[in-house]
């Protein structure tokens, strides 16, 4: 009961500031590839997981998206505008595909929550220059609305929405692409709530019963993706400071604990999930360490022992590891941290990518 009255309290405050915290959408430049390098590909999904247009901002308002709806509402939800985005996020999937055609391996990064697009390519890079790259990979920047406030009060209101919009961008975008390159060994490396976009990716996540009901009134038909086959390649997952839980890994509905019955099925591409866990990230403790369980847990990249039991659930299906922060310690949540620290090293090592020290 006591808990109970502290989550009403919480939220109820979230709700209050979130007008006044300075919250902003995590919107591209135009064009979407500005200032990225030539030998890469980006991707820039919006809030319900569409994909932003190459040319977008002639055609859309920037002064009137919502913090609920992007595209969709500073078009004024024009049905032939859903039609157009529907259709542009396939003629985009497809025409990345069609460039990676001859590519063996793809390295796939995306960010976290709370992150601009200037941020994110500082960490992309990090992560690029510890990558051992030859002609046959490519790596693919994915980019999606966590949105972004440079306040911890903001950071907090926006949590719950960026918690739902990384399942849309996971459902919505990232698993078409996934579909496109069956057979390819894949690696994707996340940051944050990242890691909740990959898991959506590779099969159905337990949405918030309100946000999804209002995300479907909104998507309608469009709302979901037809799940991903159990086709040939390898995907291997590497999460740094994975602001995800026990409930991420769970089927929508699930009620008891069960592992066949109660926990997620995965592609059989999935090989291994390794993540780094680190007592000391802030973000992750949601500075109370209790609330790392609550509110959209957040304790597998806190807490070893959350792991350990998803990793004895899945045991025979995918390896599971994780891979402490230590010497030095972090007391970072950032990506570019992350990935400059060395156990981005030893994680790729692990998984049989080499790379950097």
């Avoid at 590839?33 to 319900?48: E, I, K, S, W």
């Avoid at 911890?152 to 996971?170: D, E, H, T, V």
């Avoid at 040939?232 to 409930?247: K, R």
Wanted: hydrophobic content about 40%.
């Amino acid at each position: 009961m006591r808990f109970t009255a502290v989550r009403i309290a919480f939220l109820t405050l979230c709700l209050s500031l979130a007008a006044c915290a300075g919250i902003d959408h995590n919107i591209p430049s135009n064009p979407i590839g500005a200032g990225a390098p030539a030998d890469r590909l980006t991707l820039y999904a919006d809030a319900n997981g569409h994909l932003y247009p190459d040319a977008w901002s002639p055609r859309f308002d920037r002064d009137r998206i919502e913090l609920r709806h992007a595209l969709l509402a500073s078009a004024d939800f024009d049905p032939a505008v859903h039609r157009f985005l529907r259709e542009e996020r396939e003629r985009q999937l497809d025409a990345v595909a069609g460039r990676l055609r001859d590519r063996s391996r793809v390295f796939i990064l995306v960010h976290g929550f709370n992150n601009n697009q200037p941020e994110a390519r500082e960490a992309f890079e990090a992560v690029r220059s510890r990558l051992p790259l030859d002609s046959t990979d490519s790596v693919i920047e994915f980019h999606w609305d966590g949105l972004s406030s440079p306040s911890r009060i903001g950071q907090g209101a926006m949590w719950f929405n960026a918690a739902g919009y990384s399942q849309l961008a996971g459902t919505q975008a990232l698993r078409g692409l996934l579909r496109r390159l069956a057979g390819k060994r894949i690696i994707v490396i996340a940051h944050s709530r990242g890691a909740s976009v990959t898991l959506s990716a590779l099969s159905d996540p337990a949405y918030n019963s309100t946000f999804r009901r209002q995300t479907e009134a909104l998507l309608g038909d469009d709302f979901g993706s037809p799940p991903l086959t159990d086709g040939s390649g390898a995907i291997d997952l590497i999460f740094l400071a994975p602001a995800i839980g026990n409930p991420d890994f769970r089927r929508p509905g699930a009620t008891g604990n069960d592992c066949r019955r109660d926990y997620r099925d995965f592609p059989r591409a999935l090989r291994s999930i390794r993540y780094t866990v680190n007592r000391r990230d802030p973000v992750l403790s949601k500075i109370f360490p209790p609330f790392t369980h609550h509110f959209n847990a957040t304790d597998l990249g806190y807490d070893a022992d959350v792991g350990a039991a998803l990793a004895d659930c899945y045991a025979g299906r995918f390896t599971m590891v994780g891979h402490p922060v230590e010497r030095p310690e972090m007391p970072e949540h950032t990506f570019v941290h992350y990935a400059r620290h060395a156990v981005l090293a030893r994680m790729l090592s692990a998984a049989g990518v080499g790379g950097a020290p």
